[in-house]
């Protein structure tokens, strides 16, 4: 199984008032701004040699969002993201020690995969992100 860092999520309310924080500290942006419908956000993929790729996920424009609470506590870092060969084993092995699927697989325009989330027992948010070798 592939335990690879994809990348540190941080959740913002304004993507474009974020980005240059992130730039002006030696960030490029890697995928820019895109917006997902299916989970009713905007996402943001930066990256600066030597470190972990950083994603910005704010909310879409209108509508429910998975963003609410988290933006309630203030945003900031959110999630980590490994990179999986298969969504349904990452799941299973992380059901078997007591996380909870808090978004089963769906797929993700701004990676063009699918994605899943788990809160693991220790309350970190783990991201999958499904890449076929």
């Not at 956000?41 to 909310?59: A, F, H, M, R, Y």
């Not at 999986?84 to 992380?94: A, D, H, N, Y």
């Amino acid at each position: 199984m592939m335990q690879k860092i994809a990348h540190i999520g941080y959740v913002v309310r304004d993507i474009n008032l974020s980005v240059s924080a992130w730039v002006s500290s030696g960030y490029t942006i890697s995928i820019p701004v895109t917006f997902d419908p299916i989970q009713n956000v905007n996402c943001l993929l930066l990256s600066k040699e030597g470190e972990p790729n950083i994603e910005l996920v704010s909310p879409g424009e209108r509508g429910d969002h998975p963003l609410s609470s988290r933006l309630n506590r203030g945003g900031g870092l959110d999630h980590v993201c490994f990179f999986t060969e298969s969504l349904e084993e990452s799941l299973r092995i992380e059901k078997d020690y007591g996380a909870l699927v808090i978004c089963e697989p769906v797929y993700a325009i701004t990676f063009d995969s699918r994605i899943a989330f788990v809160l693991r027992r220790s309350g970190i948010l783990i991201e999958y992100l499904e890449v076929k070798l």
